[in-house]
């Protein structure tokens, strides 16, 4: 169980709106007399939380608490998360100098430390899986989840929370670097945040999570217009309602407890009541494509019937020879009487 540090409501609102620069940069929440965080957060195996440390923000005057986090095999001198740990917080709290980016990283927020710790927890009690640990590098060192899952089929799956937008190229680097190595990577953001609409064209779902609200968030595609001949389509699912919504799509928002989300070897998994939904659109769509695609076998069938009893009709007799000098009707070609001469033809021709 990874406990999550105590904040108040008002903080993690906060902390989710759009002014939340002052009092999001926070690891903790406002410690008061008697309150059972301040020594809650020790355990011994490795990779969960040991005894916080309580430091006051300066610009605040808030108490904070800073988590110490074991994790055996890191990165030396590294926790925290690469994204959001920096090189002015405490040495728990910073990236290794070759890892940091331009400018270095801001201290971690409340909705960034809480959200990791609440998905570590839930993940850890998900069907299926073997271990969860916080704050652990890939294998050659390059990158760094904010929490790791090892699924008993060997699959893992790196948790990622994000409050802030990332770049299309910075997003995509750390996302083809987990695959690289065989790492399915999960990312939660921070509601109302613009995230990279890349992420839809590499073909993975949004998932959102607001702490105040203890609920989760992703976006369905709507099914695509059923323009001309759409039913010859090779993937029929997105005449429906699909999940992860293709880039252009326009998007559903569905909220959810966090609780009730799967975790799966292709990540986080929709809960019931939701696939149900998606496959039933889907499969509307799809037995319409079907009563289309058999009315064209139908049709065509038709005409090679057609064409068949064509073929097996014995050919006309050919006209009788017509006298010298005689007349023909110009549409059959038969022998003209002469007083139709000035039509030039029989009178049903």
Not at 263 to 275: N, S, T, W
């Amino acid at each position: 169980m990874f406990p999550r540090p105590s904040a108040t409501a008002a903080t993690l609102r906060e902390a989710e709106g759009e002014g939340a620069e002052r009092a999001g940069r926070l690891t903790g929440g406002r410690v008061r007399p008697g309150d059972p965080a301040r020594g809650a957060h020790r355990r011994g195996a490795a990779g969960a939380l040991e005894a916080p440390r309580v430091r006051r923000h300066g610009s605040t005057g808030l108490l904070l608490l800073l988590p110490r986090v074991r994790s055996p095999g890191r990165h030396p001198g590294a926790a925290g998360d690469a994204g959001e740990a920096g090189r002015e917080g405490p040495p728990a709290l910073r990236a290794p100098p070759a890892q940091a980016p331009a400018g270095g990283h801001g201290p971690e927020t409340v909705w960034h430390i809480t959200t990791k710790h609440l998905l570590a927890a839930w993940a850890r009690f998900r069907p299926g899986v073997d271990r969860v640990r916080l704050e652990q590098w890939t294998e050659d060192h390059d990158r760094r989840a904010d929490g790791e899952v090892l699924l008993r089929d060997g699959t893992k799956i790196a948790l990622e929370a994000q409050r802030k937008l990332m770049t299309d190229d910075g997003w995509r680097a750390r996302h083809r670097d987990y695959a690289r190595q065989g790492v399915v990577d999960v990312w939660f953001w921070r509601p109302r945040v613009h995230f990279p609409h890349v992420v839809l064209d590499e073909g993975l779902p949004v998932w959102f999570y607001s702490v105040s609200k203890r609920e989760a968030a992703t976006s369905l595609g709507r099914p695509h217009a059923r323009a001309h001949q759409w039913w010859q389509a090779s993937d029929l699912s997105v005449f429906g309602l699909h999940h992860p919504p293709c880039a252009l799509d326009e998007l559903e928002r569905v909220t959810m407890p966090l609780a009730v989300l799967g975790l799966g070897p292709g990540g986080a998994v929709l809960p019931e009541d939701l696939r149900k939904r998606v496959l039933d659109s889907q499969r509307e769509a799809q037995e319409e494509a079907k009563q289309r695609k058999d009315g064209e076998a139908r049709y065509a069938r038709q005409v090679r019937e057609a064409r068949d009893r064509a073929a097996r009709v014995p050919a006309p007799l050919p006209p009788p020879p017509v006298p010298a000098g005689g007349l023909r009707c110009e549409v059959c070609r038969r022998p003209l009487d002469p007083l139709l001469v000035k039509n030039r033809r029989h009178l049903l021709c």
